[in-house]
């Protein structure tokens, strides 16, 4: 494997939630244990558990694995870090700002950026702190702090000043009010993170477009500061050898195949290895050790029953065509079809012959190409997310960027990159769309976080200015965050995988939108194996996992659910994407 070749004292695994980076990072920590090496594991990843996996309890601090030779642990809460950092920020203010100041600051602290920033507070120590290095050969991070945050760690200025001036929206710049003390330490640690003597990057992706495109974009942001030196793993391979037994494995094999040869160009030079997929959970020693080994891999038989009653899509269609108009929201992380089953409820709609408007921010635009063509009843559109955050940008620098210095322009243009930043910026292009939901059926692919709307709602511009305008004058109005708390007006629906990573953050975006007022409607659980019939005893294995997630969707996070097999051949144009609505339709 290349990225274990002369590995430096640090090594980080970075990607998209799903693709592996806990059960890499174990087996990497184990692989260099064995040799001898003396490892520390650290864990900042909020959907990965280290201590299930070993089969142990760790917590947040260093714990010796008994079991491996050489090999101790850390689980670094994130989001324990990031309310005790709340805290710090919003205590001395409490009792002496107005509840609404400090609601507001609290909202401005909820999301994904303090959380991050948080737990780099947290692991900085184990980065400079010369004596804990001493006593370990290698230590290994379970997720990587973003390009965006390592920037926004490097800037100059005063953050705390800016933020109290009002320069910004504080979308990213909130979180680094309390860092200012500690400004040499964190600039310390990044310098660590950028020489390749010291560190080593990790880029984690599958072989799917969605997972491919993180890791450049994340690739292109980490360059941009100067880690140059970036290793990738392509996880979860599909064997060829397990084409020769079945339909389905020789169709995800041309798939994958065909994906890779069409890797973005950033990508290409990177020293890059390929693991196969697996058939069992990595959990546990035999298991993480065949990761890196898989030659001693044996998979045995495993004939599974599929439970014949797992709700279809087609279940759903009957209560969302019953108003015969409203917004349809898919929402989930990228990946897991939200486009592809968007496309699939807005053309069973229009075959209703009801009126649809599909409408979607994916950069690629893949519904349009999944659509194969005009689709009576139903029109299409497509936001371009780079070019309405460009405008939103330019926007913000115009205004509020207008009278800063050099420094606080810098500071202010980084905060901008967020991604809390498209998200308000695609929501505002959306926006002017939503009102069509009164008359005919809108349905959106991709969607802002709750914590995004909550932003927009407490740094207020529309929906507070909305309604002191018309409450004053006595009128009725309807705001867009109004149309998607209110369940008559707005179904949202969660789409996510049968794996544990895609369920768990499912879940965690089903409390972010509950904080903002807005109950998922209902959740799909999208490309399953289960449903599929697999002959490939791999696939038969990896279908007989699902189960358990797809139980904890429809016993723990849902009440409402339905259950899409994975198909033979991408689901494009209108057949392929009306056989998505029901399980009978699965390949067989």
């Known amino acids: 494997m290349k990225f274990l070749e002369q590995t430096p004292a640090f090594l980080f695994f970075t990607g998209k939630g799903g693709v592996g980076k806990t059960s890499l990072a174990c087996a990497t920590a184990i692989y260099l244990a064995d040799l001898g090496k003396r490892v520390l594991l650290v864990s900042t990843d909020p959907a ?19 079991a491996v030779a050489n090999l101790s642990a850390l689980e670094i809460d994130p989001q324990a870090a990031a309310q005790i950092y709340r805290d710090k920020i919003v205590g001395p203010v409490r009792g002496v700002l107005p509840d609404a100041v400090v609601n507001s600051i609290e909202e401005q602290l909820s999301g994904a950026c303090t959380t991050e920033i948080a737990a780099f507070d947290e692991f900085t120590g184990l980065l400079t ?35 109290e001036e009002g320069k910004g929206d504080a979308s990213c710049l909130g979180p680094l009010a309390g860092l200012e003390k500690q400004r040499e330490q964190y600039h310390a640690a990044v310098d660590a993170l950028a020489d390749p003597q010291r ?13 491919l495109r993180e890791a450049a974009r994340t690739h292109e942001e980490l360059a941009a500061i100067g880690f140059q030196h970036q290793y990738l793993v392509i996880n979860g391979v599909m064997p060829e050898a ?23 160009a950033v990508l290409v030079d990177a020293p890059t290895d390929h693991i196969p997929l697996l058939g069992f959970n990595l ?54 079809g939200k486009t592809t089953v968007a496309a699939a409820l807005a053309v069973e709609l229009a075959r209703r012959g009801h009126a649809v408007h599909l409408t979607t921010s994916d950069p690629a635009a893949h519904v349009l190409a999944a659509l194969g063509g005009d689709v009576e009843n139903m029109s299409v559109s497509r936001i371009d997310p780079q070019a309405a955050t460009e405008a939103y940008r330019a926007q913000v620098m115009a205004s509020k960027g207008k009278h800063l210095d050099d420094a606080g322009r810098a500071l202010l243009e980084e905060d901008l990159r967020s991604p809390c930043t498209e998200e308000i910026a695609v929501f505002q292009a959306f926006s002017r769309v939503i009102r069509e939901a009164g008359k005919k059926f809108v349905v959106m692919d991709t969607a802002p976080t709750g914590h995004t709307l909550l932003l927009l709602d407490a740094t207020g511009a529309y929906h507070r200015e909305i309604a002191r305008q018309m409450e004053s004058a006595g009128m009725r109005f309807n705001t867009p965050m109004m149309q998607l708390q209110d369940p008559e007006q707005t179904k949202v629906i969660i789409v996510t995988l049968a794996e544990t990573t895609p369920v768990l953050e499912a879940a965690g975006l089903q409390h ?3 904080r903002a007022g807005i109950e998922p409607w209902a959740w799909v659980i999208n490309n399953s194996l289960a449903l599929a019939h697999p002959s490939s005893p791999l696939l038969q294995q990896r279908a007989h996992n699902e189960l358990a997630q797809i139980q904890a969707v429809s016993e723990q996070h849902a009440t409402r659910w339905a259950v899409i097999a994975l198909q033979e051949q991408e689901p494009v144009g209108v057949a392929r994407l009306q056989a998505l609505l029901r399980n009978d339709a699965a390949v067989k």
Not at 52 to 59: C, L, M, P, S, Y
Not at 283 to 297: E, H, K, Q, Y
């Open 129 to 163: 702190n010369q004596t804990l290095i001493s006593q370990f050969d290698n230590i290994i991070f379970d997720t990587a702090p973003t390009g965006h945050t390592i920037r926004m760690l490097q800037l100059p200025g005063a953050w705390s000043d800016f933020l």
């Open 242 to 264: 397990e084409a020769a037994h079945d339909k389905l494995a020789a169709a995800i094999v041309q798939r994958e195949q065909t994906t890779l040869s069409a890797m973005p």
């Open 512 to 514: 972010d939108l509950r």
């Open 283 to 336: 959990v546990g020693l035999p298991a993480l050790r065949a990761l890196l080994n898989i030659s001693s891999v044996e998979i045995p038989p495993c004939e599974i029953t599929v439970t014949p009653n797992f709700p279809d899509l087609s279940s759903l269609i009957d209560d969302l065509a019953a108003d015969g108009h409203g917004l349809i929201m898919t929402m989930g992380k990228g990946g897991v």
């Open 48 to 66: 990965s558990n280290v201590g299930q996996v070993f089969g142990i309890t760790i917590g947040n601090h260093i714990t010796p694995v008994s």
């Open 199 to 211: 560190t080593r990057m990790v880029l984690v992706a599958r072989a799917q477009t969605a997972a």
